[in-house]
């Protein structure tokens, strides 16, 4: 199974301060996804991201946050102004072999 | 919106024991199913991806069906190991968009 890589593995962060959250999917893939777990519950949907333009955004994905694709391979997903409830794991996606999803390892943001 | 539910939400038995566990879902109009297995703070692993079109998938000791009709699917994990100890995530792709719904988990705990 092909790896997704994903920066930094832990970020400790300030409320109100803005988090840069970095991922290098699979190559050559045109989707790609960021999820997000809150401790103790669901991995949910955040933003999907197709031909470098946002394809689909659930109702987290408010103004505070942004995704980029700076150089053409990396992926980054940005909060601009991180609240304590943004504390959770965040990790991203790509499609392989048939559709299935191999994720990254996930950043675990903590917002004090 | 795709509900995903998963029981029981944990699960011990003593190893060597087969385990049964169960992922229900809401709307049967799905692209696949995937099994995930997280290890506590860690990312996600797939385990097994049923495209919507299969009844079931099988990898060494793990087994998994789909009844997509009834909105069911099982896994089985054949003579536990400690080291199967983790939390399984069930995950149903969406036919419209692909992004995946996921269950809240079981908890496997197997005793030495």
């Known amino acids: 199974e092909p790896e997704v890589t994903q920066t930094p593995s832990h970020q400790v962060t300030q409320m109100g301060q803005e988090v840069i959250l970095r991922c290098v999917p699979i190559?050559?893939?045109?989707?790609f996804y960021w999820y997000r777990q809150i401790l103790g519950q669901k991995v949910e949907f955040l933003v999907s991201f197709y031909n470098n333009e946002i394809s689909e955004k659930s109702e987290i994905f408010d103004d505070q946050f942004s995704v980029e694709r700076p150089d053409g391979s990396n992926f980054t997903l940005k909060i601009r102004s991180t609240k304590l409830e943004d504390s959770a794991m965040y990790f991203c996606a790509t499609p392989w072999g048939g559709a299935g999803y191999t994720f990254g390892s996930g950043t675990r943001l903590t917002v004090v | 919106k795709q509900e995903v539910t998963q029981i029981p939400a944990a699960l011990s038995v003593p190893e060597g024991e087969n385990l049964v566990l169960n992922c229900s879902f809401t709307d049967s109009a799905i692209y696949n199913l995937q099994w995930f297995r997280q290890d506590p703070g860690k990312g996600l692993t797939s385990l097994l991806l049923?495209?919507?079109?299969?009844r079931e998938q099988t990898s060494g000791r793990l087994n998994a069906s789909l009844d997509k009709s009834s909105g069911r699917s099982t896994l089985y994990i054949a003579a536990s190991q400690p080291g199967d100890s983790a939390t399984y995530l069930c995950?149903?792709?969406?036919?419209?968009?692909?992004?995946?719904?996921f269950g809240a988990g079981t908890t496997v705990t197997v005793r030495a």
């Open positions: 190559s050559n893939h045109l989707y």
């Open positions: 049923i495209q919507s079109s299969q």
């Open positions: 995950a149903v792709g969406s036919s419209n968009d692909y992004k995946l719904s």
